[in-house]
């Protein structure tokens, strides 16, 4: 009788505890077959401009933060100041999944992403496209606005990041020698003027 009771117990806290876990899909693919709010080529991204982008070694992912923060995070956001932003890169199951494996610009994971948080809860969202081992590292990337959403928990179908994003656009991210040479060429610029 005790050995059911406790068993019965502990079932329900399981249950319990699925039910109270917050989760979001990362996928922009519908439900007509078609991809919501693309990530499309930029500018020295390889790719056709504007156009979809298409299987090949891009990785899509997301940075996630508890509340409402989008406004705070769009004006510094990086990828690289997760101590200024307030945003994680999210890790473990659902966290990523590959960019343009089924139609260009389409990402879509294989399983809801927990964030750890309850059911109900609003979390703010940056999706990340790069072409290499992360997204501070890559010399193609590119990352959504900030945006907010709700977490659903239980059996309840997860809300998906390409109903609540803009598209956005992968380029070419210039290495810093480029801007340490394009400010020594203004210097000389304004020095050659100075003398004239």
Same mark, same amino acid.
């Given at each position: 009788?005790?050995k059911?009771?406790?068993?019965a117990?502990?079932?329900?806290?399981? %249950?319990?505890? =699925?039910?109270?876990?917050?989760?979001?899909n990362?996928?922009?693919?519908?439900?007509?077959?078609a991809?919501?709010?693309?990530? +499309?080529?930029?500018?020295?991204?390889?790719?056709t401009?504007?156009?979809?982008v298409? #299987?090949?070694?891009?990785?899509?992912? /997301?940075?996630?933060?508890?509340?409402? %923060?989008?406004? #705070? +995070?769009n004006?510094?956001?990086?990828?690289?100041?997760? #101590?200024?932003?307030? /945003?994680?890169l999210?890790?473990g199951?659902?966290?990523?999944?590959p960019?343009?494996?089924?139609?260009?610009?389409?990402?879509?994971?294989?399983?809801?992403?927990?964030?750890?948080?309850g059911?109900?809860?609003?979390?703010? =969202?940056?999706?990340v496209?790069?072409?290499?081992?992360?997204?501070?590292?890559?010399? %193609?990337?590119?990352?959504?606005? #900030?945006?907010? /959403?709700?977490?659903?928990?239980?059996?309840?179908?997860?809300?998906?990041?390409?109903?609540?994003?803009n598209g956005?656009? +992968?380029s070419? =991210?210039?290495?810093?020698?480029?801007?340490?040479?394009a400010?020594?060429g203004l210097?000389?610029?304004?020095i050659?003027?100075?003398?004239?």
């Amino acid at each position: 009788m005790k050995k059911t009771l406790v068993s019965a117990i502990l079932g329900l806290a399981a %249950i319990a505890s =699925v039910q109270a876990q917050g989760n979001i899909n990362l996928y922009n693919y519908t439900s007509l077959g078609a991809v919501a709010n693309p990530i +499309v080529y930029g500018v020295g991204s390889g790719g056709t401009l504007g156009a979809g982008v298409s #299987a090949g070694g891009f990785t899509v992912g /997301m940075y996630i933060a508890a509340g409402n %923060i989008a406004t #705070a +995070v769009n004006s510094s956001f990086t990828g690289s100041n997760d #101590a200024v932003t307030g /945003m994680t890169l999210a890790t473990g199951t659902g966290a990523t999944t590959p960019l343009g494996d089924f139609d260009p610009g389409e990402y879509s994971a294989a399983s809801e992403y927990s964030t750890g948080l309850g059911a109900a809860a609003t979390v703010t =969202v940056v999706v990340v496209a790069y072409n290499g081992a992360s997204y501070a590292s890559s010399n %193609i990337r590119g990352h959504s606005q #900030a945006f907010t /959403m709700t977490t659903t928990g239980g059996t309840e179908f997860a809300p998906n990041t390409g109903s609540f994003m803009n598209g956005f656009a +992968v380029s070419l =991210v210039p290495e810093p020698s480029t801007f340490a040479l394009a400010g020594l060429g203004l210097a000389s610029l304004l020095i050659f003027r100075r003398r004239k």
